[in-house]
């Protein structure tokens, strides 16, 4: 069964930094890009960025919001995507998930809380 | 950037009913569409994706169709556990856009 697990979210204060991570299992997790997408409370979904495979050189695309701010990475021996956020802002306050290519799956989620 | 105006934003609708969705991108982006549903609390899912493939697992009540700036999600006959948020997203060019949203609740 394909399966994604965020972890690392929690409450920080504004300026400092946090860093996601996504554990995949059950494919070959170096063959797909992998993305992120966030959900502020009550509101829509919106992608955060995206990393491609090592095949298509493991480049990165990210969201205006958060571009500068935010890195993707990946760990193909490892199965984990992260997402380095620094100089959090009280507007990426969010549920980050992240994703496979093609938007599916989808893991259930972090929270990340950006308040002082 | 590609915006995707999803309408209606919120419907209320009976259980049998035959639902439509519509989501218009700004600038043609052939059928890299999908749908996807959440309910509350939940992760997203994906139901439709190239605009009319309709995922593995899900009712077949569930349609998809269009290309180039005009997508519809089609439920035939709306069921008890279709009550929830339904997004587009187009994945055609950087950045991936959402539409924002659609809230399917009980009438």
């Known amino acids: 069964e394909v399966q994604l697990v965020e972890s690392g979210g929690g409450l920080v204060q504004p300026g400092r930094s946090l860093r996601l991570s996504c554990t995949a299992s059950g494919f070959t997790f170096g063959d797909y890009a992998m993305s992120w997408v966030r959900q502020a409370p009550g509101k829509g979904l919106e992608w955060v960025g995206f990393i491609r495979s090592k095949a298509y050189g493991g480049t990165t695309e990210y969201a205006a919001s958060v571009k500068g701010r935010f890195t993707i990475s990946r760990d193909d021996s490892k199965s984990i995507a992260y997402l380095q956020m620094n100089s959090l802002k009280t507007e990426d306050t969010a549920v980050y998930y992240c994703?496979?290519?093609?938007?599916?799956?989808w893991g259930q989620g972090t929270l990340v809380t950006v308040s002082s | 950037d590609i915006q995707m105006t999803q309408s209606p934003s919120a419907m209320s609708a009976s259980v049998g009913d035959r639902v439509t969705i519509t989501c218009r991108a700004s600038?043609?982006?052939?059928?890299?569409l999908a749908w996807f549903q959440q309910k509350p609390g939940k992760v997203p899912k994906r139901l439709i994706y190239?605009?009319?493939s309709l995922q593995s697992g899900v009712p077949s009540r569930f349609s998809g169709s269009g290309s180039g700036t005009e997508f519809t999600l089609t439920i035939s006959s709306l069921q008890p556990e279709d009550f929830a948020t339904y997004y587009c997203?187009?994945?055609?060019?950087?950045?991936?856009?959402f539409g924002g949203g659609t809230k399917v609740e009980i009438k």
């Open positions: 600038q043609g982006i052939s059928n890299y």
């Open positions: 997203l187009q994945h055609n060019s950087y950045p991936p856009t």
């Open positions: 190239a605009a009319s």
């Open positions: 994703t496979r290519s093609g938007f599916d799956p």
